[in-house]
């Protein structure tokens, strides 16, 4: 993890454990409801989170799949170059 990026991103503590599981076990894919009911924090606070992370870069959309009639969205822990871009839009 990068941790001088992680500062840069002016994150929140639901943030740094996000990306946290994330991290996990050499890298791991959840949607916002498995981070919901890992984290056991509310689906809506979770959900702005993960949307704030991947507005930055430091997380990215790994798939989606349909479910009930919506759409269920998998994140992961970004890659190297989105990392980067994304650091420069937090900064920038």
Not at 9 to 37: F, K, Q, W, Y
Not at 68 to 90: C, I, L, S
Request: a neutral charge; aromatic letters at 4%.
């Amino acid at each position: 993890m990068n941790w001088q990026l992680l500062a840069r991103a002016n994150t929140h503590p639901l943030r740094i454990s996000i990306l946290e599981v994330l991290a996990m076990d050499e890298g791991r894919t959840l949607s916002p409801n498995d981070l919901s009911c890992e984290l056991r924090t509310p689906l809506s606070n979770v959900s702005y989170h993960v949307a704030e992370l991947r507005r930055t870069g430091l997380i990215e959309l790994a798939g989606e799949r349909p479910v009930r009639g919506a759409t269920e969205h998998f994140y992961r822990e970004a890659t190297g170059a989105a990392k980067r871009n994304g650091a420069v839009e937090a900064v920038g």
